[in-house]
Nanobody, 111 residues
Framework: QMRLVESGGGLGQPGGSLKLSCATS????????VAWYRQEPGKEREWIAT???????KYADSVRGRFTISRDNAKKTVYLEMNNLKPEDTATYYC?????WGQGTQVTVSS
């Protein structure tokens, strides 16, 4: 059974940093891409970054240059390092592999 568990959310300061983790199990992590999404209340879920099995990365324009996605195959974990946080980054952040989603972790950016 595929399982994705996000962690690392919390309160961040504008201009500050947070690092999210997505721990996975139940699938062949090494050969699969994993993506991060986020969702604000009342809005559609927004794709923000993907890392594939060759460590190639893609980013949404809204986070490019500020967020970095990475993976550790030994730990079957994907990370999202978020720098220069903005209030508009406030959302629930989810990781996704195939059709499986994690439960999400809340990020709030406020002074």
């Amino acid at each position: 059974q595929m399982r994705l568990v996000e962690s690392g959310g919390g309160l961040g300061q504008p201009g500050g940093s947070l690092k999210l983790s997505c721990a996975t199990s139940g699938f062949n992590f090494d050969v699969n891409a994993v993506a991060w999404y986020r969702q604000e209340p009342g809005k559609e879920r927004e794709w923000i970054a993907t890392i594939d099995d060759r460590y190639a990365t893609k980013y949404a324009d809204s986070v490019r240059g500020r967020f970095t996605i990475s993976r550790d195959n030994a730990k079957k974990t994907v990370y999202l390092e978020m720098n220069n946080l903005k209030p508009e980054d406030t959302a629930t952040y989810y990781c996704k592999q195939g059709v499986a989603w994690g439960q999400g972790t809340q990020v709030t950016v406020s002074s």
